[in-house]
Nanobody, 123 residues
Framework: QVHLAESGGRWVQPGGSLRLSCVAS????????MGWWRQAPGKEREFVGAKSWVGGSTYYGDSVKGRFTVSRDNAQNAVFLQMTNLRPEDTALYFCATSSWHYTWDAVNYEYWGRGTQVTVSS
């Protein structure tokens, strides 16, 4: 049974940094894209960033470019999200997810999802 477990979410002040982790179990995802999505109350789920297994290419949603970095550790079957210069509008429940697609921003193409970790940015 596949399980994705996110951790690292907490309250942080604007301008601060945070690192989220997601560890997968139940199967190996070295040949899958692993990425992050987020959802704020009353809003649609938003693509944050992902790292493909093909050439290790990484891509991001426009709202986080230059501030967030996705990395992965295939030995740990894990993906990470380093967030810097956090803003109140980054407040959301952050999910990790995996896809068999090399390059996709479409949530329907992500097959497995974690339950999320809450990030709150406020003063």
């Amino acid at each position: 049974q596949v399980h994705l477990a996110e951790s690292g979410g907490r309250w942080v002040q604007p301008g601060g940094s945070l690192r989220l982790s997601c560890v997968a179990s139940g199967r190996n995802f070295n040949s899958n894209t692993m990425g992050w999505w987020r959802q704020a109350p009353g809003k649609e789920r938003e693509f944050v960033g992902a790292k493909s297994w093909v050439g290790g290419s990484t891509y991001y949603g426009d709202s986080v470019k230059g501030r967030f970095t996705v990395s992965r550790d295939n030995a740990q079957n894990a993906v990470f999200l380093q967030m810097t210069n956090l803003r109140p509008e980054d407040t959301a429940l952050y999910f990790c997810a995996t896809s068999s697609w090399h390059y996709t921003w479409d949530a329907v193409n992500y097959e497995y999802w974690g339950r999320g970790t809450q990030v709150t940015v406020s003063s």
